[in-house]
């Protein structure tokens, strides 16, 4: 479950990334694998692209002194966003801390924890990838259109180039398939529903299963990449290797590839160069709009750092992709043969940096909204700044006001210190000055009695 946290932002002795005595900056690091991660952890996306490959061969026969060979190839192509283990970051609570701040930062991801916003709340969440199925298609190759049967003392036979399991299916599937058509030509016109039936069953009879010799299944996996030069074009070829072992002998892969027949050393060329791989080839091309180039980012980087997607067009293709420029030349010149998917898509890990920075000073708050989609592209992007001086001057119980309270205080106790002091000074000659004036009027007094000749009673003190 999500979850919302506030960080204090105390005092400390010395605070990283301080721009100056007022002023901070968010920053982000790249983690230490070997390390546990303190603070606020993201990760950019990437995008994936998984190319599901099922191979059928539907004819492997000698005929007519010639070897014939075919197949189908069967192609569906996935898109997944997953988070991209070179591009993980995070927020170290060190730079968040500032004397004069109460810092309130949030992160919001997806389930497969890429960065998705700010401002939002924090997780760690897992589950899974965003899925998009992007096109499929059926794609027929020849892989020999009849060749011929040279060099050979004693004319092969199928089941010399061909492997034995693969002419057993193939002459079943065959006998299947004869059966339904006859099924088929002897429905009536009238049953129209039993007559559709009876028409699909050759076409099912045609549809071996995944676990019959005569198909090949596999997965290919590409994730494009940035290179150090700039460049538009990203490409993959996929070719099926295992497949050479699944179908045919060594006599007649070795027929196939012209190799010497002599020779019983089997020599697999590159898969530019082998007639079956060649034949049996997918390519995936990416063009974007703008040329792009790895850049690298320092071990810590003041600001947050998104990454915006780059745009362009996916191609697949049987064999190369063309070029889907036109280079000064017309539009119409840009051949689609061959290419059975193209869309426009959008690619995380082909795009560029980001940085927002995002300060912190001691009279300002700053705010910062920050929503992505699931491939990286930034959707709301949001900075507001607003001046807080008189209200922190002003506030009651805020660190400042504290402060100046104090001072006050201190000042206050001072003035009355010595305000106390001089008042008693002054109460205290006040009666010496009261008393000696008192002494002074009875010897006044006695004096004026002993004058007349009486005698003075008492004394004077």
């Keep these: 479950m999500a979850k919302k946290v506030a960080v204090w932002l105390g005092f400390v002795s010395s605070i990283p990334f301080v721009l100056s005595s007022c002023t901070s900056v968010y920053s982000v690091k790249r983690p230490n694998d070997s390390s546990a991660i303190v603070g606020i952890p993201y990760s950019l996306p990437q995008k994936i692209f998984l190319v599901s490959a099922k191979y059928t061969i539907t004819q492997c026969e000698v005929k007519g002194k010639q070897l014939q060979v075919s197949a189908t190839k069967q192609i569906a192509i996935t898109s997944e966003t997953e988070p991209d283990p070179s591009e993980r970051y995070y927020i170290p609570y060190s730079s968040l801390r500032n004397f004069f701040k109460d810092t309130d930062l ?8 890429t960065l998705k916003s700010m401002n939002a709340t924090i997780a760690d969440k897992t589950g899974p990838t965003i899925t998009a199925v992007l096109g499929t298609a059926l794609r027929i190759a020849s892989l020999a259109g009849g060749v011929a049967l040279t060099g050979f003392e004693v004319s ?16 079943a599937q065959s006998k299947q398939q004869a059966q339904g058509a006859a099924k088929t030509k002897g429905a009536t016109k009238t049953k129209t529903a039993s007559a559709a039936d009876a028409a699909s069953a050759p076409q099912a009879a045609s549809q071996p299963d995944n676990n019959s010799p005569t198909t090949f299944s ?8 940035l290179g150090r030069s700039r460049s538009t074009t990203f490409s993959q070829p996929f070719y099926p290797r295992q497949i050479l072992k699944r179908w045919l002998t060594d006599a007649g892969y070795k027929l196939l590839n012209n190799n010497d027949l002599k020779n019983d050393a089997i020599d697999h060329p590159p898969a530019l160069d082998d007639v079956i791989l060649r034949s049996l080839k997918t390519e995936l091309r990416i063009d974007l709009v703008a040329p792009q180039r790895k850049t690298t980012l320092d071990g810590a ?3 947050i750092v998104p990454r915006e997607p780059a745009y ?4 697949a293709c049987d064999d190369a992709c063309p070029d889907p420029t036109t280079k000064g030349g017309n539009p119409s010149e840009y051949s689609t043969h061959g290419v059975f998917y193209a869309s426009e898509e959008t690619v995380p890990q082909l795009g560029s940096y980001v940085i927002l920075p995002l300060r912190n000073r001691m009279f300002e708050t700053q705010t910062a909204t920050i929503t992505l989609s699931s491939d990286g592209a930034i959707n709301k992007l949001g900075l507001k700044s607003n001046a807080t001086a008189p209200e922190a001057a002003s506030a009651v119980n805020t660190n400042l006001d504290s402060i100046e309270k104090a001072r006050d205080a201190r000042t206050k106790a001072r003035t009355d210190a010595a305000a106390s002091s001089a008042n008693a000074t002054q109460d205290a000659a006040k009666q010496v000055t009261e008393k000696n004036k008192a002494i002074s009027d009875c010897l006044s007094a006695q004096k004026v009695v002993r004058d007349a000749g009486g005698t003075a009673v008492g004394q004077c003190q």
């Design 156 to 171: 092969p036979t199928t089941e010399d180039l061909c492997k034995a399991d693969v002419v057993d299916a193939l002459k």
């Design 218 to 225: 596999t997965v290919f996996l590409w994730r494009p990449q």
């Design 301 to 303: 980087t003041e600001g």
């Design 312 to 315: 362009g067009l996916l191609q």
């Design 106 to 113: 949030t992160i919001e991801s997806f389930d497969n924890s």
